[in-house]
């Protein structure tokens, strides 16, 4: 089955802080990567998404570096807010009749103020 | 608030027993997701389904079965529960089938199978 591994599993950064989240995906037939931001209790919801042909993908705090070649991308949190303390999932959508997504395993980030 | 819309959100039931999930999607949406999120295993994708017709299964066990109704909501069966399929259950709907974006996840049903 196509995956995505995702690391590190927890994440705990200081306020103001960078906190980087690392993705790689097998499939080289995926093309649009997202990355959902999950509260306790609350469902996924879409933070930030990339297609294969950038590199990078800014929104605020938050940015995308895609390395097609080694088929990993990442999500970077600039200036880290206690608020941004979360479970981060990134996933890949694939070509092909369905186009669900496959998720990584999820970083629990936790900003210390 | 994502508009989708499932219930129950708390669910406790016994070994062996059936249950079933429900999800109204957004306004406007055609399809629906169902995932199993749990502790271990993250997001699990289990079955997608299109304007009542299915699309897509994944690692869905046979003693689960979904259906999405004329009205677009859509429902999972879960049957002969073990202790091993209490997890949390999200259903997300999007509006095509073949469509990159976003899906918009509901808040889930949490199973507790004793």
């Known amino acids: 089955q196509q995956q995505v591994k995702q690391s590190p599993q927890s994440l705990i950064v200081q306020k103001g802080g960078i906190s980087i989240i690392n993705c790689a995906y097998e499939n080289t037939a995926f093309d649009y990567f997202p990355w959902y931001q999950q509260f306790p209790g609350k469902g996924p919801a879409l933070l930030i998404a990339i297609r294969p042909d950038v590199s990078e993908k800014k929104e605020g705090r938050f940015t995308i570096s895609f390395n097609k070649s080694a088929k990993q991308f990442s999500l970077h949190i600039m200036d880290s807010q206690p608020g941004d303390s979360a479970t981060y999932f990134c996933?890949?959508?694939?070509?092909?009749?369905?186009?669900?997504?496959?998720f990584g395993s999820g970083t629990q980030l936790t900003v210390l103020p | 608030d994502s508009g989708v819309t499932q219930t129950p959100k708390h669910l406790i039931t016994a070994t062996g027993q059936r249950v079933t999930l429900r999800c109204s999607p957004r306004?406007?949406?055609?399809?629906v997701y169902w995932y199993q999120q749990s502790l271990d295993q993250g997001l699990q994708f289990l079955i997608h389904y299109y304007n009542g017709e299915e699309r897509a299964k994944g690692n869905i066990l046979e003693r689960f079965s979904a259906q999405q109704f004329p009205d677009l909501h859509s429902e999972l069966n879960l049957s002969s529960l073990e202790l091993g399929d209490s997890a949390l259950y999200f259903c997300?709907?999007?509006?095509?089938?073949?469509?990159?974006?976003?899906?918009?996840f509901g808040e889930g049903s949490r199973l507790t199978v004793l």
């Open positions: 996933a890949s959508q694939g070509y092909g009749s369905a186009r669900q997504l496959t």
């Open positions: 306004s406007g949406d055609l399809s």
């Open positions: 997300a709907s999007s509006v095509g089938a073949r469509d990159t974006g976003e899906l918009f």
